[in-house]
C-alpha cells in the first residue's frame, strides 16, 4: 500500500491523528488549508453557518498535488455541521482520486464520520470509499485495531 495523507486540522486534534497514522504507516501528509483562515471555535462556527445557509463557495489555497504514485488516501477532518469543511471537499473533488482507495478519519465532539460519507462519495465519486475511523468525544473508535487492519495490508 502505497499511501498519503491529506488533512485539514482547526484546533489540532486532526493533526495529531494524521501524524499518528504516518508515524505508524509511513506514509506521505500534505495539510490543506482553506484560503481565508479560520478564527477562534465559536467566530469559527458562526462563518460556517454562514457560508453554507447563503452557498458561499470557499476554498483551499493548497495546490493539487499529484497522486498517482498512491493507491490508498487517508483524508482528515473536523468535522462540521455534520460535514467536512467545504474548503476540503472542493479540493478533493479537484484531486485525481479515479480508481483509489479513500480512507476517511474524522475528529468531532458528538458527531460520527458516518454522517459524512454522503459528501466525501459525491467529491470521490470514482473511489472506493473505506475503512473510516472516527475519533469524537462521545465515540472513540479502537485505532489500534484500524490501523493494525493497514499494517497487515502492507
Known amino acids: 500500500m502505497k499511501a498519503i495523507i491529506l488533512y ?14 504516518q508515524a505508524d504507516l509511513h506514509c506521505d501528509m500534505l495539510k490543506v488549508e482553506p484560503e481565508d483562515p479560520y478564527g477562534n471555535y465559536v467566530s469559527s462556527l458562526v462563518r460556517v453557518n454562514k457560508e453554507r445557509k447563503n452557498k458561499v463557495p470557499v476554498h483551499s489555497v493548497t495546490p493539487v498535488p499529484d497522486l498517482s504514485a498512491y493507491d490508498t488516501v487517508f483524508i482528515g477532518y473536523p468535522i462540521w455541521y455534520m460535514d467536512p469543511p467545504e474548503f476540503l471537499s472542493d479540493f478533493l473533488s479537484k484531486c485525481s482520486l479515479e480508481g483509489k482507495v479513500v480512507i476517511p478519519f474524522a475528529t468531532c465532539g458528538l458527531a460520527n464520520v458516518g454522517k459524512t460519507l454522503n459528501t466525501i462519495k459525491e467529491v470521490c465519486p470514482k473511489s472506493k470509499i473505506a475503512h473510516p ?8 473508535d479502537n485505532y489500534d485495531e484500524w490501523v493494525r487492519s493497514f499494517k497487515q495490508m502492507k
Open 8 to 21: 485539514y486540522s482547526k484546533t489540532g486534534n486532526t493533526e495529531k491523528l494524521a501524524k499518528r497514522i
Open 133 to 140: 475511523f472516527n475519533y469524537g468525544i462521545a465515540k472513540k
